[in-house]
C-alpha cells in the first residue's frame, strides 16, 4: 500500500516538473532543438545493459527524432522508476506486475507535450531488440516483457525482436569473451556462444561484413567528456567521468560522415575505475564497426555517493529531469554524438 502512494506521489510530482517546463523552459528548448537539430540521414543507433538498458530506453523514446535503433540488455521501460530509487530496485527489477505501463505510456505522452521529449509518433518506425537471459536474478525477464508491452504501444510488433530463449545470468552477452553464461558477477559480461552485438546491429543496418580478425585499439579515442558537462554541473553531481571512449573505424578517420553513429552504454559495475578497458575493448563492437563503417560512442558513468556503482541516471540521481532531453547526462551524450557527427 505505501509503495503504491509512493508511485502515485512520484508520478503527480513529475507531472509538475513537467508543467513547469513547459511554462519556463521549453522555449528556450525549442530554440536549442532548431540549432542542433540531427539531419534524418545522420539518426543514430543505442543499445545498453541494465542501466545502460535503461539509459538506452531513455534516450530512444527522449530524442526519437534522431535515435532509429535501441538494443536493450535486462533493462526496462521509460521512466519506470518514476524518479524513485526504491521504486527503481523493487518494481523496475524483481517485481515487474507492480509497473503500470499506462502510467508510463502516460508520464510519456506528457513528457511530449511540455516538449522536453520528441513526439513518441518518431517511435513509429524505429527498429527494438530486446534481450533477456532466462537465469537473470538481477532484473527479473519479466520486467522485459513489460519493455516489450511498452514498446509495442509505439512501434509495430514486426520491428521488435526478443532473444528471451539464452539461459544467461545477468551480464552483456559474447560469443568468444567473459565469464561462463550462467555466471554473475565481475565483469558482468558473459560468454553465451552467441554474439548479441552482432544480432542487433544487424537488425539496424542489414547484411553486415564478417567482423575484423583485429581489434585495432590505435582506433580508440579518448574524449573529453567534461568539456560537454554544464557550467552548472561537476563530473560528481553529474555522474561522469572525466572522459568517454569512441572507436573509430580506419575508412572513417579522415571522414567521419561516412559512418553510421552507435551508443553503447555500459551497465553497474562496468566502468574504466571498476573494469578498466573491458567493456570498450572486449564485448565484440569494435570488431563489427571496423568492417562496416560504425562508430561506436561509449560514454562513461563515474561512481560517487549518491551512484556508488557507477550506473548510468534512470533514477534520478542527477536531478528529477533526468529521463528527458534536459537530463544533464542525457544532454551530454547527445552532445558528443552531435561532436562526432560533425
Known amino acids: 500500500m505505501n509503495n503504491n502512494n509512493n508511485n502515485k506521489y512520484n508520478y503527480i510530482l513529475l507531472l509538475i516538473i513537467l508543467t513547469l ?3 519556463f523552459i521549453s522555449p528556450i528548448l525549442c530554440s536549442i532543438k532548431v540549432k542542433n537539430n540531427v539531419k534524418s540521414s545522420d ?5 545498453g545493459i541494465s542501466s545502460g538498458g535503461y539509459m538506452a530506453v531513455q534516450f530512444h523514446v527522449a530524442f526519437s527524432s534522431m535515435v532509429r535503433g535501441a538494443a536493450v540488455l535486462a533493462g526496462g521501460p521509460y521512466f519506470c522508476a518514476k524518479a524513485s530509487v526504491i521504486t527503481a530496485q523493487l518494481d523496475c527489477m524483481k517485481t515487474p506486475e507492480l509497473i503500470s505501463i499506462t502510467e508510463l505510456i502516460d508520464a510519456t505522452e506528457f513528457a511530449a507535450t511540455s ?9 513509429k518506425n524505429s527498429q527494438v531488440w530486446l534481450y533477456s537471459g532466462m537465469n537473470d536474478t538481477v532484473v527479473v525477464p519479466g520486467v522485459m516483457k513489460k519493455l516489450v508491452e511498452y514498446y509495442s504501444n509505439y512501434i509495430n510488433n514486426d520491428n521488435i525482436k526478443t532473444v528471451f530463449n539464452i539461459q544467461s545470468e545477468h551480464a552483456f552477452i559474447t560469443n568468444s569473451f567473459g565469464n561462463n553464461c550462467t555466471y554473475l558477477g565481475p565483469d558482468y559480461i558473459n560468454n553465451c556462444n552467441f554474439n548479441a552485438p552482432w544480432d542487433f546491429l544487424s537488425q539496424f543496418y542489414g547484411e553486415l561484413n564478417q567482423p575484423s580478425l ?18 552548472e554541473y561537476t563530473t560528481i553531481t553529474a555522474g561522469l567521468n572525466n572522459f568517454a571512449y569512441a572507436y573509430i573505424p580506419t575508412s572513417c578517420k579522415n571522414d567521419k560522415s561516412l559512418c553510421s553513429i552507435h551508443v553503447a552504454f555500459h551497465g553497474c559495475l562496468q566502468t574504466v575505475a571498476t573494469i578498466g578497458d573491458t567493456f570498450y575493448t572486449k564485448t565484440g563492437y569494435n570488431e563489427i564497426a571496423e568492417t562496416n563503417n560504425i562508430i561506436i560512442l561509449y560514454p562513461q558513468a563515474l561512481e560517487t555517493e549518491l551512484n556508488p556503482k557507477g550506473c548510468f541516471d534512470w533514477w534520478s540521481f542527477t536531478g528529477a529531469d533526468y529521463a528527458s532531453q534536459l537530463g544533464v547526462q542525457m544532454g551530454v551524450v547527445k552532445s558528443m554524438v552531435m561532436s562526432l557527427s560533425n
Open 115 to 123: 516538449l522536453t521529449i520528441d513526439d513518441p509518433s518518431n517511435l
Open 214 to 231: 583485429k581489434n585495432l585499439t590505435e582506433n580508440i579515442i579518448t574524449i573529453d567528456q567534461s568539456s560537454f558537462i554544464p557550467i
Open 43 to 47: 539518426q543514430i543507433t543505442v543499445s
Open 21 to 23: 517546463n513547459l511554462i
